[in-house]
């Protein structure tokens, strides 16, 4: 009884939070030296990667700012390697029950609630290699993984759960990827929980100013001189090419900006963040329509955006639902009152999804992958029906070769406790996530640079290349009503 308690408490904040919101090697396709020098022409697209796709765009994007770009990112980017113990001031969670969850570590469900939050499978570096270039990094101070709440505090990701290691380690890793990918550029989001402009103990329960402005002071002195300045002029009206001549190629959002940053600028306020949610997937033909429109409008959105210096970012992130998760919990805990309650034919109604009757998606990683079979239209129709993109997609399961998994079989790396997903004949089928955004940025600069009667080999050299790479992992959709995979619908 302890440990349903517990996790009743826990239900409304996994609820809320996502409301709003492979263990293989990364494919990289050429050493880092050989992707740092393709810079042009035959040169680039015969050496072309996904971990130096903007390397190979430059020609054309180098007099574009980077908020005229579309960057391919990830949401909860580093729930890949959580723990199961609760983090202090936990994302929604009234800090007394965060720090009561934290305290008695041992009483809470733990797994159970790693299966409700783990969103992504590739570390870092792997999703650094495979494209992405916005990562969605959420922090707070609180103290180790299976430490009492009283122990030594640092900062780490969270999304319910704390990250195993701390912030400034994945923030080295990205560091030394930067490093060894000099034609590279990265944007960083740091919240807690995907607010852009809370401040104080709404951002970061109990967490003092100087606290905050120490760890900035951490990132400062890490990227040094690769951060974007805004002392030198605003994101807006200042090129790819001229960030580049400064060394500057991290752009970093942060929220709480002036008590976390004291108002540095080598730091954006993360208010001019455009941060548009998208509908649950309990509302998927809604949903669907919804984001259909916004990427129709999108254009319009980012040149409204841009003069405002604002980033333009779409979430296309999965939301479970409360009863989901109430019957998820009871499925996995008291399996015999769920059988009693008809507990997986109530979870199955909660989607509307034709035909779902029999099956109720048990972690967070199911129903992202069940998202992302309905996002790879919209985001196909990019290219077949000339739609446009935002600054940044933030979204989830995000796997090798620069994809998003579509099928029912889990992401391995770290492995859900009791919970392997849905084996069969599209278990591991996946979309051409990354080559689509980099397809759309190529063929949006091509024409700009046609339309100043300038040209670039690139502009004909690349776009056979990502239309191979995009039928490697095409669209794909099939008659699978059971785990709500369905043809033609919505």
């Known amino acids: 009884m302890i440990v349903v308690s517990v996790l009743l408490l826990c239900v409304g904040w996994v609820a809320g939070s996502h409301a709003t919101a492979g263990a293989t090697d990364a494919f990289t396709g050429a050493t880092a030296g050989a992707t740092a020098g393709a810079t042009a022409g035959a040169t680039a697209a015969s050496n072309y990667s996904l971990d130096s796709w903007m390397t190979a765009l430059m020609p054309v994007i180098g007099t574009m700012s980077l908020l005229d770009l579309s960057l391919p990112g990830t949401h909860d980017s580093m729930t890949w390697d959580l723990s199961t113990t609760v983090s202090d001031g936990s994302n929604d969670l009234p800090p007394p029950i965060a720090w009561v969850l934290h305290e ?53 990701c969270l999304h319910m759960l704390e990250t195993n290691n701390k912030a400034m380690t994945y923030l080295r890793e990205a560091k030394t990827w930067l490093d060894a990918h000099p034609g590279e550029m990265l944007v960083l989001w740091l919240s807690r929980h995907g607010n852009t402009c809370a401040k104080g103990n709404d951002q970061y ?34 090129t790819i090419n001229d960030m580049r001549a400064r060394h500057q190629r991290v752009v970093v959002y942060a929220s709480d900006y002036a008590r976390f940053t004291n108002n540095s600028t080598r730091a954006i306020d993360a208010c001019l963040i455009d941060n548009q949610l998208g509908d649950s997937v309990q509302s998927e033909n809604a949903t669907f329509h919804t984001l259909m429109a916004r990427f129709a409008d999108a254009d319009n959105i980012k040149r409204n955006d841009k003069q ?41 109604a909660v989607f509307a999804i034709p035909g779902l009757t029999a099956w109720c998606p048990p972690t967070l ?9 309905y996002n790879q239209r919209i ?22 070769d620069g994809t998003i998994r579509t099928g029912t079989t889990l992401l391995d790396r770290a492995p859900l406790h009791g919970a392997n997903g849905v084996s069969g004949a599209n278990g591991t089928t996946a979309f051409a996530y990354v080559d689509t955004m980099v397809l759309y940025n190529l063929k949006r600069a091509c024409a700009a640079a046609q339309s100043r009667s300038s040209t670039s080999e690139v502009c004909h050299e690349l776009p056979p290349v990502l239309e191979a790479r995009r039928k490697s992992h095409p669209l794909q959709t099939w008659n699978d009503p059971t785990h709500g995979r369905l043809l033609g619908w919505p």
């Open 205 to 238: 329960p109990n967490v003092p100013d100087p606290i905050k402005v120490a760890f900035w002071s951490q990132v400062e002195a890490l990227f040094g001189d690769l951060l974007f300045d805004e002392a030198h002029g605003l994101l807006n009206e200042t």
């Open 104 to 156: 008695f570590h041992d009483f809470a469900p733990g797994h159970f609630i790693k299966n409700q939050s783990r969103t992504q499978g590739l570390s870092m570096t792997q999703q650094l290699d495979n494209g992405i270039r916005f990562i969605d990094f959420r922090i707070m101070y609180t103290s180790g993984p299976n430490n009492t709440a009283s122990a030594t505090h640092d900062w780490y």
């Open 308 to 348: 405002q210096n604002r980033l333009y970012l779409q979430s296309m992130a999965a939301g479970a639902p409360l009863q989901q998760l109430e019957m998820a919990a009871l499925l996995h805990f008291l399996p015999k009152i769920a059988h009693r309650d008809n507990a997986t034919a109530k979870c199955a």
């Open 379 to 400: 985001l196909d129709a990019v290219i077949t029906h000339n739609l446009a993109l935002p600054n940044a997609i933030y979204i989830d399961a995000v796997d090798t």
């Open 365 to 373: 990683m199911d129903i992202s992958l069940l998202t992302n079979y």
